[in-house]
């Protein structure tokens, strides 16, 4: 019999497995692992890290949370059975979020943020030298402390001045608030079945809550989901096509995640046009961002924005319109696994 492997399963169950079978030739100890991460992608794929340990597993009110300290990504965060995001490379998720809204805008000085209870696209937003006020708003306060506590690379966005933290329903949040803002981000959880976070994708939400929000040259942008060439249409092309109805101007971009092993989507609309060039991106880039960006510049945004021939034709022939009686999930993505 080979060696016990100990699988960690989302949510904190792991159960134990043979690192070898019958016939099998002897595993090479330079490469075996003691444990392994296990997220479910769909009923009939699984994405696996080895680990070196497991920093903290528990529950909030409202998910389960785990940091993982893997061999591959470092620290990654693990909500509800989905990764987060991944110390190594989350760089790349939260500068394409966060940037272009911030840089296309001729002059932001307020910021709202649903979601993002990690701090990281907070800490891009606070990048940039001209904002005046970033409201970071999450529901979940024990998932904030905890990143605020254990992600040390936001500590300094978490104690900046013109960060306001508010504890609270994004959509309740906007809806109660009389300013408005000139970008709104959402950096929220996937849409997945028996989640609340769906209702943050329909057009309704776009049309009579968060664009009344904006000031007349804002900018909305949400994360989107998967965009690779066999996901995109899990909830990508929806969520871009449903953006459509209710903004004049919409761009769909895109970017490989390496820990999340897919092409990752942004959607970002507004009232005004997308009009400057790559040269004026890197400009503004220079004037506006303190220090330098790890993954973003003028040429790459510009990239980012060009699909490939199938997955345009998807966001062209796209109908489906998200309504909360009409939503669309992301199969597997969330699901622990209960043993």
């Not at 444990?35 to 009110?61: C, M, N, Q, R, T």
């Not at 300094?156 to 109660?176: M, P, S, Y």
């Not at 992301?330 to 699901?335: A, K, N």
Request: glycine content about 6%.
């Amino acid at each position: 019999m080979g060696e016990a492997v100990e699988i960690f399963y989302p949510n904190g169950f792991s159960k134990i497995c043979n690192g070898t079978t019958k016939n099998q030739p002897p595993v090479d100890e330079t490469r075996q692992f003691d444990s392994w991460y296990e997220e479910e992608i769909d009923e009939d794929l699984k994405w696996s890290f080895a680990l070196k340990s497991v920093l903290y597993k528990g529950s909030s009110e409202y998910q389960d949370i785990a940091l993982l300290d893997t061999k591959r990504f470092g620290k990654v965060l693990v909500i509800d059975g989905k990764m987060q995001s991944a110390e190594v490379d989350e760089f790349i998720y939260h500068e394409c979020l966060i940037h272009p809204a911030l840089l296309f805008h001729s002059n932001p000085k307020t910021v709202f943020i649903m979601g993002g209870g990690e701090g990281s696209a907070a800490r891009e937003a606070l990048r940039h030298k001209f904002v005046d006020e970033v409201v970071m708003c999450d529901i979940d306060e024990e998932v904030v402390n905890f990143c605020r506590r254990y992600l040390t690379v936001n500590r300094d966005a978490f104690c900046n001045k013109k960060l306001n933290l508010v504890i609270n329903d994004a959509k309740a949040e906007l809806e109660k608030r009389t300013e408005k803002f000139d970008i709104i981000f959402g950096d929220l959880a996937d849409p997945v079945e028996g989640g609340p976070c769906y209702q943050l994708y329909t057009k309704s939400f776009y049309e009579k809550i968060l664009k009344p929000k904006l000031n007349e040259n804002g900018i909305f942008v949400t994360q989107a989901g998967p965009a690779g060439i066999f996901t995109h249409k899990e909830v990508f092309s929806s969520i871009y096509h449903t953006i459509r109805q209710v903004f004049k101007y919409v761009l769909a971009y895109t970017a490989h995640v390496p820990s999340f092993a897919d092409t990752w989507g942004w959607v970002m609309a507004s009232d005004q046009p997308f009009s400057i060039g790559a040269e004026e991106i890197d400009k503004r880039i220079a004037e506006r961002v303190d220090g330098e960006l790890l993954y973003l510049n003028g040429s790459s945004f510009l990239s980012s924005a060009t699909m490939n021939k199938t997955v345009y034709l998807s966001l062209l022939n796209e109908t489906h319109v998200y309504t909360e009686e009409n939503a669309r999930f992301i199969p597997g993505h969330g699901l622990g696994n209960h043993l």
